[in-house]
């Protein structure tokens, strides 16, 4: 069945500091793609998305472009804020079964440092 | 800003006995989900459910599981007779049926259940 995986945390940062967290997947078809913010106590917040390939979804500084020839979908920005202490989920969106279900990398905790 | 709540934070209970979590998806959603995430390993669906029936369940969704939305604003995932391995983080998503090419789901904060 279609799956993702993503880079294993824990990563840490100084602020200003450059962010890559890698997202590979593994589907049939075409999927949307997806990355899910979880701040501490909070519920998962879509963070930004593409649905099909080539395009680059961003939102708050973040971006990922969606690469069907590598199957990947890697979270970037330019320059981290301790705000952005958080786990960074990727997922896709498996339409099969009608209901257009997530499924999710494990996550990665993602801090940084002032 | 509307959002989906979830009761209780944490649940602890005893292996073999029943829990009955609790959703309240946003008001005018239509499409109701159930996920959950073992400590360390991936978020993993468990259902959908839309029109007041599953309309996709997975293989982790025995007959131990149920879903219910008993009185139009409540979403819940009941199991009857919970195993040590059904500690993990329970999350419910709901999503509207508006127009265009993708809709969000909502998550709620999750119900952490401990089973001993």
């Known amino acids: 069945g279609d799956s993702v995986t993503q880079m294993e945390g824990p990563v840490t940062l100084s602020e200003e500091a450059f962010l890559t967290i890698n997202c590979t997947y593994t589907?049939?078809?075409?999927?949307?793609l997806f990355w899910y913010v979880q701040y501490p106590g909070e519920g998962l917040q879509l963070l930004l998305k593409?649905?099909?390939?080539?395009d680059k979804g961003s939102n708050k500084g973040f971006e990922a472009t969606y690469r069907k020839e590598t199957t990947s979908f890697h979270l970037e920005k330019g320059s981290v804020q301790v705000s952005d202490s958080a786990v960074y989920f990727c997922a896709l969106s498996d339409k099969k079964g009608g209901s257009e279900k997530l499924v999710f990398g494990k996550g990665t905790k993602l801090t940084v440092n002032p | 800003e509307p959002e989906v709540t979830q009761t209780p934070s944490h649940q602890v209970t005893q292996m073999g006995q029943e829990v009955i979590l609790r959703c309240v998806p946003i008001?005018?959603?239509?499409?109701f989900y159930w996920y959950r995430q073992i400590l360390g390993q991936k978020v993993e669906f468990l259902v959908s459910f839309y029109n007041n029936e599953i309309s996709e369940k997975s293989e982790i969704f025995d007959d131990q599981f149920s879903v219910e939305r008993p009185d139009g604003s409540n979403f819940t995932l009941k199991i009857r007779s919970t195993k040590l391995e059904d500690s993990a983080m329970y999350f419910c998503?709901?999503?509207?049926?508006?127009?265009?090419?993708?809709?969000?789901?909502?998550f709620g904060p999750g119900t952490r259940l401990t089973v001993l």
């Open positions: 593409a649905t099909k390939a080539d």
């Open positions: 589907a049939t078809g075409y999927p949307s």
């Open positions: 998503a709901s999503k509207s049926l508006a127009g265009g090419s993708y809709n969000e789901q909502f």
């Open positions: 008001s005018n959603h239509l499409y």
